[in-house]
């Protein structure tokens, strides 16, 4: 029978209980700080990270509802996996992604106001959503008044806003991005239109009656909001004429 000395038997169980621990699924939710290391992080409701987070290569981060990270000011997060073993930002359900004006579907990103330095490289961002009333910017990340956040060699990958920044929204904030791949993000669009109103046909005898009681010529514009050389104005005369 093979002998095993007391040092190398303890090497084994370390090195068991390590894996073990790595291994491990946790839920999370509330006020959030220090390590998260594990196989799979369930978030299980809104996380508010007040200090400093890290959460280790090899780990999902997994949404089980429309909740975000809302890193606050001063905190910082710190997501560094590696090219094996990446850190993967994704939702439990996809099933209405779709919807512009639902929070179904995906995840409400990571929220950083006035935060700390923040780092994420080796990172997949996927099924961010950003589509209610309260927030509308920033399907992934909505970035705002932050010193430094350093995104480098991520995915950013199907995530959707109702407003700005399918994947990103950065307002008054140093970003650095580097070999990132930014695919198949999405905004809302709303395009204008017209009351019904302005397709009604008009008698040329009330036409002429308008324009003898404003002393309008025959082809004129009728321009309701500012003139601004942004809204083109002058081409469009051009193309009248």
């Known amino acids: 029978m093979k002998k095993y000395s007391l040092a190398t038997i303890i090497?084994?169980?370390?090195?068991?209980?390590?894996?073990?621990?790595?291994?491990?699924n946790i839920e999370v939710s509330g006020i959030q700080s220090g390590i998260w290391k594990a196989d799979t992080v369930f978030v299980?409701?809104?996380?508010?990270?007040?200090?400093?987070?890290?959460?280790?290569?090899?780990?999902?981060?997994?949404?089980?509802?429309?909740?975000?990270?809302?890193?606050e000011k001063g905190a910082s997060i710190s997501a560094i996996g590696t090219e094996d073993a990446p850190i993967v930002f994704?939702?439990?359900?996809?099933?209405?992604?779709?919807?512009?004006?639902?929070?179904?579907?995906?995840?409400?990103g990571i929220r950083m106001d006035k935060a700390?330095?923040?780092?994420?490289?080796?990172?997949?961002?996927?099924?961010?959503k950003a589509s209610?009333?309260?927030?509308?910017?920033?399907?992934?990340?909505s970035i705002r008044n932050c010193e430094e956040v350093n995104i480098n060699n991520s995915d950013l990958?199907?995530?959707?806003s109702r407003e700005y920044g399918g994947a990103i929204y950065g307002e008054s904030s140093t970003i650095h991005m580097d070999n990132c791949n930014v695919d198949e993000n999405k905004v809302d669009?709303?395009?204008?239109?017209?009351?019904?109103?302005?397709?009604q046909k008009v008698e040329e005898e009330t036409k002429e009656a308008v324009r003898q009681r404003y002393s309008l010529p025959s082809a004129f514009m009728l321009i309701v909001c500012a003139i601004e050389k942004r809204k083109n104005h002058e081409l469009i005369l051009e193309a009248m004429h």
């Open 11 to 24: 090497g084994l169980y370390l090195t068991m209980i390590s894996s073990f621990s790595m291994a491990q």
């Open 44 to 71: 299980t409701d809104n996380v508010n990270v007040q200090d400093v987070l890290q959460i280790e290569a090899g780990t999902t981060v997994l949404f089980k509802g429309y909740y975000s990270i809302n890193v």
């Open 90 to 108: 994704t939702v439990t359900d996809t099933t209405g992604f779709h919807l512009f004006n639902s929070g179904r579907g995906g995840w409400n």
């Open 116 to 128: 700390g330095k923040s780092d994420f490289d080796y990172c997949t961002f996927q099924y961010g």
């Open 132 to 141: 209610t009333d309260i927030q509308q910017r920033g399907g992934a990340f």
């Open 157 to 160: 990958f199907c995530n959707f």
């Open 189 to 199: 669009v709303v395009y204008q239109g017209c009351s019904p109103i302005f397709s």
